[in-house]
């Protein structure tokens, strides 16, 4: 999937939306509820992923390269 | 030819209150701030100061009353170099104008000052401040390039916040000076390098609190006009929550402190988790409810259906049927019972009949010479040899004589 975080959100809202304004049928309801889901699933992994890297850009003679930047230094 | 305008002569009091009046209604003189050099500083015994503000072609003359003067924060001195707010008025009783000063600044801070104002008023009349111009800051960025130093508060307080609020997130830190002549131009080539990429979606740049002096980096007029033109969102944090630069105008976003920029930047995760699963609640509940309704419709419609089923018709008409079969085994029974009854009390009657029984008892039977019965006198002649069949055996008679007697109607046994 993707989605973004936030079209992923304001798709579930949608999902909500209708699916509580009681006009779908059954087999409607439940394509929406298996949508639901997923996008639940896809929002969570987008925000339960690894922790980031941090690295700094450090430049010699015209190349930069980057490193990963420790705190402690 | 000359006209002389005959007006009553005004005395020396009047004149100077009435230069005084016109020159405390200008707009410019009432409220001024004059940039010079002190000479001749008296500070005298009643607290109030005066002195002269001079540069190469002229001097004013100045006062700074104790009430004004107490607030100041450095020391005055001769020769030093200041910028001086206040009023100018006239000294009546000398017939001197002066400078009422009410606060002062080192002229190095003022001349920093005048030149944030005057870029600020440039930069704004560009449209660089506009608020259409600003970019949107990505909810969720997944990279972040920072525009500091390496070694300040500022990067640090920045990945401790952006790490505990949203610990997904990428940083990429380009390293500058953040104070000094060169500090512009190294924040512009990291803000022009970083905006470059492509895996960059939100800047931050900025610095810790400072002085007005090691802040005003951020107040170059290349460093705002590079900001301007940047495709990626960029936040400024610059200083403490009271220090405004024009990085911080120029910017997309302006954060009050560097902590603040990366709270900005980067949403709560523990936020977003706990908005998640409640929508994911919501989700289950309203299926759940959903799912119940139709549960309950389709028992409603199977009871409906079973109360107009020809099933349940067929049951209806199976009990008819049985009840039909039962009454008719009963008459049938009934019937048959009686015909039995009937069958038992011919029998009987029959069995009165039977002669054998007769002969049984003692009677015997009458038969010819033919084996017929004989059952009238007119059977038989005289001489005729008869039969008398007994229970044990058969007696051979003759007739000898015929009596026509008594008749018998009936052989009742």
Known sequence: MNLTYEEAILE????????????????????????????????????????????????DEENTKEETFSMEV | MEVIMDLRPLKVSEVNNYIKRLLLSDMVLSNISVEGEISNFKHHYSGHMYFNLKDEKGKIKAVMFKGDNEKINFKLDEGMKIVATGYISVYEREGEYQLYVKDIRS???????RAFEELKNKLEQEGLFSQDKKKQIPFMPRKI????????????????????RFPPCNILIYPTLVQGINAPEEI???LEYLDSRDDIDLIITGRGGGSIEELFAFNDEKLARTI???KTPIISAVGHETDFTIADFVADLRAPTPSAAAELAVPD?????????NKYDELKSIINKKIKAYKLELENLDTKLNLYSPLNQLKDKKIEIDNFLRDLTYVMEKKLNEKKAEILELKGKLELLNPNIAIDK????????????????????LGDEIGIILRDGKVLSRVENIDEGEKIDEFNL
Request: charge should be neutral; proline fraction near 0%; charged fraction near 35%.
């Open chain 2, 145 to 164: 390039g920072v525009v500091t130093s390496s070694t300040g508060a500022a990067i640090r307080d920045i990945i401790t916040i952006i790490k505990r």
């Open chain 2, 107 to 113: 002229s190095g801070i003022g001349e920093l000052y």
């Open chain 1, 12 to 59: 579930l809202e949608k999902i909500l939306d209708e699916l509580e304004s009681d006009d779908c049928t059954l087999k409607e309801s439940i394509e929406k509820f298996k949508r639901g889901v997923i996008l639940y699933n896809h929002c969570k992994d987008l925000i339960s992923k690894a922790e980031g890297e941090i690295k700094i850009l450090l430049e």
């Open chain 2, 188 to 190: 512009c080539r990291g």
């Open chain 2, 228 to 230: 301007s033109k940047l």
């Open chain 2, 269 to 277: 995760v523990m936020y977003l988790l706990k908005e998640l699963d």
């Open chain 2, 362 to 381: 003692g009677y015997g039977i009458i038969i010819d010479n033919r084996g017929k019965l004989v059952k009238s006198i007119d059977s038989v002649k």
